[in-house]
């Protein structure tokens, strides 16, 4: 166990920066999820730790020492491999024993430590099967117990809950954080699901095109996001291109005044307000606004507001039956009312706004 | 379903069956120096090839080249076909190609090539006399090394391509998790690389043996005159002393060693991939 330094990590193909500048601190112990779309460099970030990708600059750190240029079998990590890549000519004790073999790890030890970490995993009496005689959850349950029993300096999963269903994933989700606290692991996560990452770090670093956005806990992910684009990926988010006015006011490009957190304001500011901070009423203060569309989910409800050309989102609670609320159609005028100081200015980039916002 | 398998049963049957049953059939033959050969049943022809110690040391040969050759095709292939395997550029294609190049080029026309390098006039031993290095020629041309150098270079080629498709069907995967747990890569190579390869192994190991054992044109011409495998001895029987019955013998003779040789062989590589 210890921690992991990410200093400057640069990694360049002949077409494409992979990774750019990406500067990381993983305390020992904590878990901190990579997040952000395809392509962003998550697994590329992941493998330079690992060892299987040399990074083009920058310096790696485990437990202090410099493991930039040290070989993939020097470095003592546990790698849970997206595809599980369990050894198939093994049972699923010789693959589990492989790591303590490798360390030398004499023979009884290595029996009872093996047998211990197959009942952590839930694996006890698996333990003569080869691995295509297994499920895909008991598979993934494998490499986790592979790559845990050697008890790495750092541990490492490249997505490892893609592969099964959802149901699965939220059990193993939790399973896998357990075991992480319980044995204090050093943890690396990559993950483009949110919600994954929201329910599993103390931490996330939100990536994009190789560069790093944000690094926060989600909470401050969510609640303080650093620019547009993060505010648009962790949790939903209205962002809207304008102009502040004077201040605490924002002139969207559609027309609409808006009431925002006065705030010194840069040229080509986002306003981004989150979707439930937003309350419809029917009279008191509040921009007047026409309900365009109003989506039933079940516990929650959508509602599409416009506001003279402007187009708004808002969530809030499905209301009672019987609730005057209840009865909101399309078409009907509502006051659309929000604390200025939730409606922030955001910096942006070209290309952060994806959706259909703006 | 049986139909459909008929024609190609038939065609089997025809092209391969047919004309070993005749063989077998000859060898139980007997000579006669007026008639050709006459009718007969006897394992007389068998006997003497086996009694004959001209006959062991010439199967002796042979399976000693036939040994030489795979193991120093493995040798030689396994890396060839690993580096083959994993490369990822646009290069695979064209380095596959340039692997099948040599069997472009007829055994004969390589074997003259071999010749002319190899040779007491050749290109080595004018190369060697220029600098200096040997005063008379160096005997290369007519040794056991040079068939087994021509024989290595014709089914490098068969080893190499069977091993690398085995190999690219390991994902790449399992090294890194071998790796990542602490395995060096000759490590990496022995526990995980190679006994996953085992199948190619065997495969590639079986092919290049039979084709050794069977080689004519690279020990003839390679070998010279004193030096004599199975498949030229047999040809000697049928063309040169026009003894039909004794060199279908020898042929049956060549062929049950060799089946023998393959399965032991092959079994044994199945049981270690099976245990491990
Ligand atoms: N070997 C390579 N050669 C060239 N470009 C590469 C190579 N490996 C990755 N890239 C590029 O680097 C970028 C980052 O890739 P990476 O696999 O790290 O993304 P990711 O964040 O893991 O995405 P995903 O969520 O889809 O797995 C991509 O644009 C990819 O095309
Ligand atoms: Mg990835």
């Keep these: ?109 290595r029996d009872a430590r093996v047998r211990e970490v197959l009942r952590l995993a839930r694996l006890d009496g698996l333990g003569d099967r080869l691995p295509r005689q297994l499920s895909g959850g008991q598979q993934q349950r494998v490499a986790l117990a592979r790559a845990l029993v050697v008890n790495p ?90 102009t502040p006015e004077a201040p605490g006011q924002f002139r969207t490009a559609s027309g609409a005044l808006l009431p925002c957190l006065p705030q010194p304001a840069r040229p080509g500011d986002i306003l981004a307000l989150r979707p439930e901070r937003i309350a419809l009423r029917a009279a008191g203060d509040g921009l007047p606004a026409r309900l365009a569309a109003v989506t039933y989910l079940g516990a929650q409800t959508e509602y599409h507001l416009d506001l003279a050309g402007t187009r708004l989102v808002a969530v809030a609670p499905t209301p009672a039956e019987g609730d005057a609320r209840r009865g909101l159609a399309p078409g009907d005028a509502v006051l659309a009312h929000w604390d200025p100081a939730e409606a922030r200015l955001l910096p942006a980039e070209p290309g952060d706004l994806l959706d259909d916002q703006a | 379903m049986a139909a459909l398998l008929l024609p190609a049963t038939l065609l089997v049957l025809g092209l391969l069956v047919a004309p070993m049953a005749m063989l077998f059939r ?22 003497r090839a086996l009694a004959d110690p001209y006959y062991r040391e010439v199967l002796g040969t042979t399976l000693g080249v036939a040994f030489s050759c795979t193991l120093l095709a493995l040798l030689i292939g396994f890396p060839a076909a690993y580096w083959l395997a994993r490369m990822e550029s646009r290069w695979k294609s064209l380095a596959t190609i340039l692997t099948l190049f040599p069997l472009l080029v007829g055994n004969v026309v390589r074997a003259a090539g071999w010749m002319a390098l190899l040779g007491r006039d050749g290109a080595i031993n004018a190369g060697l006399f220029g600098l200096g290095l040997v005063a008379e020629p160096w005997p290369m041309l007519y040794t056991t090394g040079a068939v087994i150098v021509g024989i290595l270079a014709v089914v490098a080629p068969y ?49 290049v043996f039979i084709l050794c054992m069977n080689a004519y044109a690279t020990p003839v011409l390679l070998g010279g005159p004193q030096f004599k495998m199975m498949a030229p001895a047999v040809y000697d029987q049928f063309v040169r002393g026009t003894n039909w019955p004794f060199g279908a013998a020898l042929a049956f003779l060549l062929l049950i060693v060799t089946l023998v040789l393959t399965i032991i062989g092959s079994t044994i590589l199945a049981g270690r991939s099976r245990s491990r």
């Design chain 2, 159 to 207: 080893m190499i391509l069977t091993l690398a498709a085995v190999i690219e069907s390991i994902p790449r995967g399992v090294e890194e998790a071998a790796a990542n747990l602490g395995a060096g890569p000759m490590t990496a190579f022995r526990r995980v690389v190679l006994p996953l390869a085992l199948p190619g192994v065997a495969a590639g190991c079986v092919l």
């Design chain 2, 26 to 47: 000859i060898s139980l033959n007997q000579y006669d120096a007026a008639l050709m050969m006459r009718e007969a049943l006897s394992a007389e022809n068998y006997l």
């Design chain 1, 153 to 242: 300096a750092v541990f490492l999963l490249d997505e490892p809950l893609s592969n099964l269903d959802a149901k699965l994933r939220a059990e193993v989700r939790i399973e896998i954080r357990a075991l992480q606290q319980r044995l204090g692991l050093t943890t690396l996560f990559v993950t483009h699901d949110q919600e994954e990452a929201l329910t599993m770090a103390d931490r996330l670093v939100v990536m994009e095109r190789g560069r790093v956005r944000q690094i926060g806990t989600a909470e401050a992910l969510y609640e303080r996001p650093a620019d547009a684009f993060v505010a648009g990926f962790i949790g939903r988010c209205n962002l809207l291109r304008g």
């Design chain 1, 1 to 109: 166990m210890g921690t992991l330094t990410l200093d400057g990590l640069c990694r360049r193909y002949a077409t494409t920066t992979a990774v750019e500048r990406v500067d990381l601190e993983v305390a020992e112990g904590e878990f901190v999820a990579l997040l952000g779309p395809s392509g962003c460099g998550k697994t590329t970030t992941l493998r330079m730790v690992a060892g299987f990708v040399a990074p083009s600059s920058g310096r790696i750190l485990i437990a202090g020492r410099d493991v930039t240029h040290a070989p993939p079998h020097g470095r003592d990590t546990g790698m849970v491999f997206q595809s599980y890549a369990l050894f198939p000519h093994m049972t699923v004790g010789e693959n589990v024993a492989f790591g303590l073999e490798m360390r030398k790890v004499a023979r009884a030890e």
